[in-house]
């Protein structure tokens, strides 16, 4: 009798051990850490429009966050800016930004070896449908006093190598006549490796004076 109870207490622990190893087993999971250069959030599908990309896109989407951010940062320090880099077709004529209205935008062109900035509410590209790149970004700058359109000049030269006797002679010449109405061409500068020219509309009978900056490859 006492025999038997012990085998059967034994064949119970043993079924108890069981049970636990088995709930052991199915009840946990093996956490591994990520591998190396993985990442938890989703990889964009092929032809999403989100970019990481730090400069500004042409077509539809890009033009209208430039237009709600007032902000265009366009890559041209190879020297150019290829209707590919900004996902247009190379048959493709550049949009016209505007934020008239709106505010003015903050836009760089970065160069091979600068930077151009400037506070615009207007540009422009110029190109065929049979070249691959734009020969030309056109964009304006406004001041409301003299003073402050001498001081974007004078900015320009400093910034950008546009002669400056050429500029203070034009200066110099408006201030004896500020009533007048002038314009004058001014550069091309080349410090930031691509080619910067002013061309400058002053009217003496307005209150809005304009420089219309045009940017260009080299060469």
Not at 55 to 78: F, H, K, N, P, W
Not at 136 to 158: K, M, N, P, W
Not at 196 to 218: A, E, T
Request: net charge negative.
């Amino acid at each position: 009798m006492i025999t038997n109870l012990r085998v059967r207490r034994w064949a119970a622990a043993l079924a108890a051990a069981a049970l636990g190893s088995s709930l052991l087993i199915t009840g946990c999971q093996v956490v591994r850490p990520p591998s190396p250069g993985s990442s938890s959030e989703p990889t964009p599908p092929p032809g999403s429009t989100v970019t990481s990309s730090e400069y500004s896109t042409l077509d539809a989407a890009g033009v209208q966050q430039i237009e709600s951010s007032r902000q265009a940062r366009l890559d041209m320090t190879g020297g150019e800016l290829l209707k590919s880099a900004v996902r247009l077709t190379d048959d493709s004529h550049g949009p016209e930004i505007s934020t008239r209205g709106a505010g003015k935008m903050a836009l760089t062109v970065a160069g091979p070896s600068g930077e151009i900035r400037g506070q615009t509410d207007r540009i422009r590209f110029l190109t065929t449908d049979s070249q691959p790149d734009f020969s030309q970004i056109t964009y304006f700058l406004t001041a409301e006093s003299r003073d402050e359109y001498f001081a974007l000049i004078r900015d320009g030269v400093e910034r950008y190598g546009i002669e400056s006797r050429a500029a203070e002679g034009w200066i110099t010449s408006i201030s004896a006549r500020p009533e007048d109405e002038s314009s004058f061409a001014l550069g091309p500068g080349t410090a930031t490796g691509l080619n910067v020219s002013y061309d400058l509309r002053y009217d003496g009978s307005k209150d809005v004076q304009v420089i219309i900056v045009h940017v260009s490859p080299v060469g």
